[in-house]
């Protein structure tokens, strides 16, 4: 089993920036894929970005391609995912998730997920 708590949500203005955290543990970090979601108000919840589990790889949605970044460092059991340029649309609870299995853009594919963290921008 795996558990995850993501951190460093809030609210910020137009322009501004923030970084997510998401902290693991129960299973050896390096083993997993990385991925962080979010869900908007009245939308369903979609994909933001993906790493592989050593971070040579990742992949981002059109929207936030750009603006965003997803890293990790294995060594603190923990992925990121540093946001800038925020813009109001980006208002949403951001999800952080693991996958044991395979990585990419498909949330049936992640197994673990955390409880949520809320960003909120702004305009």
């Known amino acids: 089993q795996v558990q995850l708590v993501e951190t460093g949500g809030g609210l910020v203005q137009a322009g501004g920036s923030l970084r997510l955290s998401c902290t693991a543990s129960?299973?050896?970090?390096?083993?997993?894929?990385m991925g962080w979601f979010r869900r908007a108000p009245g939308k369903e919840r979609e994909f933001v970005a993906t790493?592989?589990?050593?971070?040579?790889?990742?992949d981002y949605s059109d929207s936030v391609k750009g603006r965003f970044a997803i890293s990790r460092d294995n060594a603190k059991n923990t992925a990121y995912l540093q946001m800038n340029s925020l813009k109001p649309e980006d208002t949403a609870v951001y999800y952080c998730?693991?996958?044991?299995?395979?990585?990419?853009?498909?949330?049936?594919?992640?197994?673990?997920w955390g409880q949520g963290t809320q960003v909120t921008v702004s305009s």
């Open positions: 998730a693991a996958s044991g299995t395979k990585y990419g853009r498909v949330q049936d594919d992640y197994n673990y």
């Open positions: 129960g299973r050896t970090f390096s083993s997993l894929a």
């Open positions: 790493i592989t589990r050593g971070g040579s790889n990742t």
